[in-house]
């Protein structure tokens, strides 16, 4: 799966983020799940966020920065356990591959804080094919036109 398909750029190592704290003010400003998750690259349990089960309009955002993600118009139910969409908006996230627990996969991040949020699939719906599959610990909702 090519980032050009996920219309999003490769993380660099050297990466700079227009949203950076110390890893003392992120400790304040973030709760212990939110923290291991979005600067970590923790995973929540399966099922166990409230954003699973959240389908009103509005928009999903980053947790870390409030730099808005995904629509709930592209949201969907992959019965992972986890919230999931099949597009983020436009010039939100970036990615890189992730090789972690003897796989390869395309791990996903807040584009302004680079804060970690999940990983990209290619078993997705139409119209990409693609789901992309969240931490809702790393995600904030607020309800409105989506």
């Known amino acids: ?14 990466e700079k ?5 110390s890893d003392d003010e992120w400790h304040k400003l973030l709760n212990g799940e939110q923290y291991d998750v979005l600067r970590r690259g923790g995973t929540e349990r399966a099922f166990s966020s409230p954003l699973n089960n959240e389908h009103r309009a509005g928009k999903f955002s980053c947790a870390g ?30 990615g890189s591959t ?19 949020l999940g990983h ?3 078993d997705g719906p139409k119209p990409t094919g693609l789901r992309y599959c969240m931490n809702g610990a790393a995600l904030a909702f607020t309800p409105g036109a989506a």
Request: glycine fraction near 8%; aromatic fraction near 12%.
């Open 65 to 94: 920065c409030a730099l808005p993600l995904f629509s709930s118009n592209t949201k969907f139910d992959s019965g992972t356990g986890w919230p999931s969409f099949w597009k983020p908006l436009d010039r939100a996230v970036i």
């Open 1 to 14: 799966m090519s980032w050009r398909a996920l219309g999003a750029a490769p993380l660099a190592a050297s």
């Open 98 to 116: 992730d090789i972690s627990f003897g796989m390869m996969r395309t791990e996903v991040r807040c584009k302004r804080c680079g804060g970690h």
């Open 17 to 21: 983020f227009e949203v950076t704290h």
């Open 120 to 122: 990209v699939f290619d």
